[in-house]
């Protein structure tokens, strides 16, 4: 298996002198291909901020991140957000869908950022559409969809253009557990049938329950590292 | 386009703030358009009554006549002259004139007067002459019944002089030989107002001002009319590199009236100020709007950052959000002004009183309708809607992705 992710000494701080608050102090990290890991821990205990660290939205205090063998944490920022587009799928916690886009449109839109031939993106629209079970509905707003039926939009959008990692925070949290339950399925079985690695920042036992990795993270450091087969 | 479909979307979100802004924009297309047709259509109008009255669209003189005008600075070869011009299609007519500044006498009165040799008929097709004649009959080439030379007066010298139409009028001038010139005349017909342009003027035919001024065939001017008083700059250039003579010089109306025109040009620069403040207003409106639009998205563009889009592409998104408004904006704001400014066009604002510019009388105000009257007011729309933008369409390109996905 290759290392999908590598952190080496990641560290970041916020504030100066007397405010100065680490959220993350040392952390050394590999996230191998096709795993399916679950970061969890209090809050304050710098899982949000390792995943944005990760998916290059923030840049560290010291430390290094490679993703794929890439050094992330030293790109401009025009070259982050095409590492972003080709590389990263974001699920965020409150979906964040574009609200004026239909659910085929949103998830479109990245494929027309990589210049993605117009046959090709709405062959696979359709084919994940179908894989988040929300055949019927591409034409909907997100207004016009329920919070499950929005988040299932947020992963066939991180899915679609195929990333090398999908990262996920909190993405049950505003969802009922049947919801919840049933979103996490689907994505288990997507990260098993095309073997995307995805990291999730969670609370949730559900998440935890699926999890092959677990890492447990207090006060910016790593207190634990729990591999299990599912 | 997702990028054009996204930019349309995202204006019908708030319907009644894009709705307001367009009012607004669309107003200030209204104002623009309607002090642009004023102003042109006003100016046109004017320079149309001022040309047509007695300058003519562009003149011909012996060289530096028109500084300092002399009896002697005459054009030779006028007839050959005037059949080449005619041949341009862009002139409806030449007319020739020759000017003797004469001493006129009659009814125990003397009085100074401009003395003016006219071709009768060329100079009918060439300015408003014959229309002003308001007494007797406008004047021909031949003789009078009683055997002298008719001449036309204007109204304050035939007044002070106390001659009506079928009196005699003499004129003393210098003749081009030296001697001096004397002659009697009868007075064929009153022409003008008290005010007006040919208020001391006397006008002779070519003939009778030739014979008093003991003139071979020379004139002093050539006046000729084109189509339109905005090809006369280009045509009189044309004009004096065709003719190839030094000593000639070809004038335009704006050379030959530099004083109007000047202060045509200035009042000009005074109603461009009172746009500049009109579009300024407009514009804090639009800044407003497209402020307030991206402030409200600020987690929006945050996850459009952080799923790749470039800074530029959030930029263009602004862009063409502003651009649509403002297409929208000159096309409500045109569909309002066309048939105001066709109105004015035709009918006009009638002065309560004619003012009177240069013993010109002008009696009504007139709009116009020309692309420059429908496309510059768009293009200072789009513009400064474009201009204002980029203050909102840079910071939104700069956000920070992470900062704008932590925004409420």
């Keep these: 298996m290759s290392h999908v992710i590598e952190t080496k000494k990641l560290c970041r701080s916020f504030g100066k002198e007397e405010t100065l608050v680490k959220a993350l102090s040392d952390v050394n990290l590999i996230i191998e291909e096709g795993e399916f890991t679950a970061i969890i821990g209090p809050s304050g205990s710098g899982k949000s901020t390792l995943l944005q660290l990760v998916g290059g939205l923030d840049e560290p205090t010291s430390g290094d991140i490679f993703l794929d063998s890439k050094k992330i944490s030293q790109m401009s920022g025009t070259e982050l957000s095409d590492f972003r587009r080709d590389h990263i799928g974001f699920i965020f916690q409150a979906y964040n869908l574009i609200p004026v886009l239909s659910a085929e449109e949103n998830i479109e839109y990245i494929m027309l950022l990589q210049n993605v031939p117009a046959q090709e993106r709405s062959k696979r629209v359709k084919e994940i559409l179908q894989a988040v079970g929300l055949q019927g509905k591409e034409n909907r707003r997100p207004a016009q969809l329920s919070g499950g039926q929005q988040q299932r939009v947020a992963v066939a959008r991180a899915m679609v253009s195929q990333p090398r990692l999908i990262l996920a925070d909190e993405p049950t949290a505003n969802l009922d557990s049947h919801t919840g339950a049933a979103l996490l399925d689907m994505m288990k079985q997507l990260n098993e049938k095309e073997n995307m690695t995805f990291v999730f920042s969670t609370h949730d036992p559900m998440v935890m329950e699926r999890a092959n990795r677990i890492i447990k993270l207090h006060d910016g450091c790593i207190v634990g590292d729990e591999r299990r087969s599912a | 386009m997702l990028i054009l479909k996204l930019a349309l979307r995202n204006i019908q979100r708030n319907r009644r703030r894009s709705l307001l802004t367009v009012l607004s924009m669309g107003g200030g297309y209204f104002l623009l358009s309607l002090m642009l047709s004023m102003t042109e259509g006003s100016y046109s109008n004017m320079i149309d009554l001022f040309t047509r009255d007695h300058t003519g669209h562009v003149q011909i003189h012996k060289s530096n006549y028109l500084d300092r005008p002399s009896l002697f600075k005459r054009i030779n070869n006028s007839a050959a002259l005037i059949a080449l011009i005619q041949e341009d299609p862009q002139v409806v007519s030449v007319t020739a004139r020759i000017y003797g500044p004469s001493l006129a006498y009659g009814k125990n009165k003397t009085f100074p007067a401009n003395v003016i040799g006219i071709d009768p008929q060329r100079e009918s097709a060439t300015t408003y002459l014959k229309k002003k004649v308001n007494q007797g009959v406008y004047l021909s080439n ?110 335009s109306w704006q050379q030959v009236e530099k004083v109007f025109y000047k202060s045509m040009q200035l009042d000009k620069k005074g109603n461009y100020v009172s746009m500049g403040i009109i579009i300024f207003i407009v514009s804090i409106g639009v800044l407003n709007t497209v402020l307030m639009g991206t402030l409200e998205r600020t987690r929006e563009f945050g996850v459009l950052r952080a799923i790749g889009t470039q800074p530029v592409g959030i930029f263009k998104l602004i862009m063409l959000e502003s651009l649509f408004l403002s297409l929208v904006s000159c096309f409500s704001g045109l569909l309002v002004s066309l048939p105001v400014n066709y109105w004015l066009t035709v009918e006009g604002i009638a002065m309560p009183q004619p003012v009177d510019m240069g013993g010109v009388l002008f009696e009504s105000m007139r709009g116009e309708i020309s692309w420059f009257t429908i496309g510059v007011p768009a293009l200072v729309v789009i513009g400064s809607t474009l201009l204002v933008s980029l203050i909102p369409g840079i910071r939104a390109a700069r956000i920070s992705p992470l900062q704008a996905l932590q925004a409420v």
Excluded: C, W
Aim: aromatic share 6%.
């Design chain 2, 142 to 251: 031949g003789m009078t019944v009683n055997g002298y030379f008719p001449a036309m007066m204007g109204k304050a010298l035939a007044k002070n002089l106390h001659l009506n139409v079928g009196d005699e009028l003499v004129l003393i001038s210098q003749g081009v030989d030296g001697s001096i010139a004397n002659d009697i005349f009868e007075v064929v017909a009153i022409v003008g107002t008290s005010e007006s342009y040919e208020r001391m003027n006397v006008y002779l035919s070519l003939n009778g001002m030739r014979q008093f001024l003991s003139m071979g065939g020379q004139v002093h001017e050539l006046v000729i009319s084109l189509h339109h008083h905005s090809l006369a700059q280009k045509f009189s250039e044309n004009l004096q590199s065709t003719l190839q003579q030094d000593d000639l010089k070809v004038s």
